[in-house]
DNA sequence: TAATTAAGCTTGCATTTTGCAAGTTTAATT
DNA sequence: AATTAAACTTGCAAAATGCAAGCTTAATTA
């Protein structure tokens, strides 16, 4: 949890699936990504109020290392930072639509959230 | 590492992204899905032998778990196991499209592996 | 303007997951 | 019958996660 400058994050392979999962492939980063997709949110407290209860430490970790690899940026004051996605964190919206609705499909998916997620995505 | 009959993978929300990534959000899961959709593989020791080199325990623990969730199966005697998705793990290949299609666009991918992937998806 | 609030972290520590190396079991092959 | 090998299993060290608490300083309020 000790942040050094520069944590570089190794690939396994070459392989465009394995380098995203490299990126993004844990229980919280794409949740991070839905809020500001999704749910309108930019702020650190934003993203710590979610359903799911991240906890302060990995929220930060996320949050540095999701900058570190340029797929969201912020802008503001130290204290009242604004996080939202590069062009290269909108790419994952495709991927956020698919997983939405491989959930929407396998799981008892919690009906306001979902109307959320549909209208947002234009389903 | 333990393995009890029942481990129920617990929800951290009904969101149907959030339930998603209860079920395949790690670093392996979309891998090993990846190499049965396509590279042709369906037993242990070919996905053992996968470029991003798995470790044995690993392996079995997301076996055993993608059966436990439903997202596969497989055939054949205790030593000649023969994995394959069910129609629920075949519902995820919209969701490995776009991650594919996320890493094609966002990393240095390998071209051989391109090939496979891009053939296999119909891009 | 001094005191209070609160946003954004940071730290410590216990638990869990991962990674690595080695060993085990038993069907299939030689 | 002996050997191979596929599919695990185990032990242990390292890393990631979760939880509770504390810190720092800009913004707000009194």
Redesign the interface.
């Known amino acids: 949890m000790k942040k050094q400058a520069k944590e570089i994050i190794e ?12 990126l993004v ?3 919280w980063s ?2 991070i990504i ?1 809020d500001m997709l999704y749910l309108g949110k930019s702020t650190y407290n934003e993203f710590l109020n ?4 991240i906890s302060t430490n990995i929220l930060n970790d996320r949050l540095v290392k999701l900058t570190e690899v340029g797929l969201i940026t912020y802008t503001g004051t130290a204290k009242r930072k604004r996080y939202e996605l590069t062009k ?1 964190g909108l ?2 919206k ?17 009906k306001t ?2 109307q959320h ?1 549909i209208k947002t995505m234009n389903l």
């Open positions: 690939k396994r392979s070459e392989c465009p699936i394995s380098c995203s999962m490299d492939g844990d229980k794409l949740l839905r979610s359903k799911e209860s290269m790419d994952l495709p991927v956020l639509e698919a997983v939405a609705t491989f959930g929407i499909k396998h799981s008892a998916a919690d959230f979902l997620v």
